[in-house]
């Protein structure tokens, strides 16, 4: 039995109702087909050819002659009313889509951090991407790590920054960067002078230290306890920039990631490399698994690049540039 032949739609135009409804509108609103064929930049007798169509599918007249002009039939205003808005809609597609994606550019972007990668981690990130994207508002949450992790969950912030030793399940994290240990004291401290460092050393000198609640107590204490060598804490307290003017002082001595430590450190401080005994902190990006980022978020993490940073190693002589 042969195969029946594909039968073609009695109005062609159907596979294509913009175009006949584009053709019917602007002779509504122009009052002549010439008009419309100008406008439109198709010839005459396409856009009569259009008009008869739709006239014949919906089986009445749209159109009378009112001397040398067009107006709409009572039928033929029903259908206008219908089709205008549909038809600038989609004329004003392109424009109403760039319009959108601009607003999504000039959106907000809400990032947690604690106060250590704001003030030695994120400058640099953030002054490329405010010169990238100067019309994205951008907020920076200073959260200790537990405060941050609760941000995420709870969609307050779209990422975080930091370092993480222990990854909730729900969260993924993302390291990008690896900062050295260091010992940090005045140049013409004791350890600073000495050829060999064994951490056994650190011993008679009081440590100040962030509080306990913090990563880095809680790893210290590991490290120490781990080779059974005993240590002191001379003081706790917030903030790196607070110890590093206590440590300058000669209030005590401090363990820090290389991060922390700034050119202007120099003239105030000496660093040791402490890579032997403590293991280098990572920082990177954590999100909530299974979170949409939005355009400005995935713009801003594709900031943060390994490279970013001058790797610069301590050994016994000082600083060098890697």
């Not at 760039?98 to 809400?110: I, P, T």
């Not at 400058?123 to 990238?132: A, D, L, N, T, Y």
Request: include cysteine.
């Amino acid at each position: 039995m042969p195969d029946k032949p594909i039968a073609t739609p009695r109005f062609p135009y159907k596979s294509d109702r913009l175009k006949p409804l584009r053709a019917f509108c602007q002779t509504v609103r122009l009052g002549s087909v010439s008009r419309a064929s100008e406008a439109l930049y198709v010839s005459q007798p396409a856009i009569t050819l259009q008009l008869q169509a739709l006239e014949r599918e919906l089986g009445v007249g749209l159109f009378e002659r009112s001397g040398r002009r067009l107006t709409p039939t009572r039928e033929g205003q029903l259908l206008y009313e219908l089709a205008q808005p549909l038809v600038e809609s989609l004329d004003g597609l392109g424009g109403s889509f760039r319009e959108k994606v601009r607003g999504l550019d000039a959106g907000e972007l809400n990032i947690a951090a604690n106060s250590s990668t704001i003030l030695y981690l994120l400058p640099k990130i953030v002054e490329h991407f405010r010169s990238q994207h100067p019309e994205v508002r951008l907020t920076l949450h200073n959260a200790v790590s537990a405060d941050g992790t609760d941000l995420l969950r709870s969609d307050a912030v779209d990422l975080a920054v930091g370092s993480m030793l222990d990854v909730p399940q729900d969260l993924s994290y993302e390291p990008v960067y690896r900062f050295e240990p260091l010992l940090i004291a005045p140049p013409d401290h004791p350890l600073i002078r000495q050829r060999t460092l064994k951490l056994e050393d650190l011993s008679p000198y009081g440590l100040i230290l962030p509080p306990k609640r913090l990563v880095t107590y809680r790893l210290v204490d590991l490290v120490f306890q781990q080779n059974r060598v005993p240590y002191t804490v001379a003081l706790e307290v917030g903030g790196w920039e607070v110890i590093k003017q206590y440590v300058a002082m000669g209030m005590g001595i401090s363990i820090i990631t290389s991060i922390c430590l700034t050119d202007a450190d120099r003239d105030r401080l000496a660093a040791r490399s402490l890579s032997q005994w403590f293991p280098a902190r990572s920082y990177g990006v954590v999100v909530r698994k299974g979170k949409y980022l939005s355009p400005q978020a995935r713009a801003f993490i594709e900031l943060i690049q390994p490279d970013l940073f001058t790797r610069r190693s301590y050994d016994d002589t000082g600083p060098s540039e890697r």
